[in-house]
């Protein structure tokens, strides 16, 4: 859980998909995770995981540089932390958040602190720890029902349930604390999740890429412009990598070929010429054969559908 990268789904997709077990696909949102949060929770919560990854090791100091950090026996530079004193950084981190707002100045006393670096990693870390301790207490008590909880993935605020019959819908209230609301978005045969568009069809689930912005009613500037002062490389090698995440989110070369022929005229209208462009197309399946064996397609078919 609190991965981005869809690939650990898309991989527990593929184990579902090999069995043809696919059920319900069910999506969740925390609608309270940056504001309700007591800090007196949090920073309990957060001291504890601190414990945890100093008590795992025998080095006992953390060396940190403007570019670096790094787990260290002695100091070796003159900023380091101690189990001690990170603590305490994260303790007066958390409640001593102050607001300039006109001639108010406030301070922030619940939720996860606005605006600054550790926010995400906090909130992740939190939410982490509370399913750590119910999944290790469930597999103690009812693994049968623990397995149920195989295909369950978070991206912070945003959950996704595979084929878990619908028991972390019943169960989330024995996970979280009360503070926390967890509104259900999608539930059944269809739903969103990251960048992944999900829908159960014949036992399956079949996967394309998502990205809001296409549903937008007006135009989104992304991805490289070729006039602005950037190298030609840069420009075609972002398209190749654009076309390596289409291809592995989408399960059909259907849904391949229409996300790629609408990249491919995004980035002519940006400066793109045509055969360079399809030319990426050809070197992503030249050099990542396996993310496109799916589709059983060779060379021939790529040029009948792009060119």
């Given at each position: 859980m609190g991965n981005?990268?869809?690939?650990?789904v898309l991989e527990k997709i593929q184990k579902i998909n090999d069995k043809s077990n696919a059920k319900i696909i069910s999506t969740f949102d925390f609608s309270t995770l940056y504001t309700k949060l007591p800090h007196e929770d949090l920073i309990n919560v957060l001291k504890k995981i601190i414990d945890f990854a100093f008590n795992g090791g025998r080095k006992k100091f953390i060396d940190f540089s403007k570019s670096t950090a790094f787990w260290s026996h002695k100091p070796k530079h003159k900023n380091f932390f101690t189990k001690a004193s990170l603590k305490r950084a994260v303790e007066h981190l958390i409640t001593?958040?102050?607001f300039e707002v006109g001639n108010l100045i406030l301070l922030q006393t619940i939720g996860i602190p606005m605006g600054i670096d550790p926010a995400p990693f906090w909130a992740n870390l939190y939410l982490s720890s509370y399913e750590c301790d119910f999944v290790k207490d469930l597999i103690k008590t009812d693994i049968v029902r623990a397995t149920k909880f195989h295909g369950i993935?978070?991206?912070?605020?945003?959950?996704?349930?595979?084929?878990?019959?619908?028991?972390?819908?019943?169960?989330?209230?024995?996970?979280y604390p009360p503070e926390l609301e967890l509104k259900l978005e999608h539930i059944g045969t269809h739903a969103t999740f990251l960048d992944l568009d999900l829908t159960l069809d014949k036992g399956k689930i079949i996967s394309?890429?998502?990205?809001?912005?296409?549903d937008f009613s007006f135009f989104i500037v992304r991805m490289p412009n070729l006039h602005s002062n950037i190298p030609s490389s840069v420009f075609y090698g972002t398209v190749m990598s654009e076309v390596l995440r289409i291809a592995r989110a989408s399960s059909l070369f259907s849904d391949f070929s229409e996300k790629t022929l609408s990249l491919m005229m995004r980035m002519e209208k940006q400066g793109g010429d045509r055969r360079k462009l399809v030319k990426q197309i050809f070197k992503a399946f030249e050099n990542h054969p396996f993310i496109f064996k799916k589709y059983n397609i060779c060379s021939t078919d790529i040029s009948r559908t792009f060119y």
């Open positions: 981005r990268n869809p690939k650990p001593s958040c102050f993935f978070r991206f912070i605020d945003d959950l996704c349930a595979l084929n878990d019959g619908e028991e972390f819908q019943k169960s989330y209230m024995e996970i394309k890429l998502y990205d809001k912005r296409d």
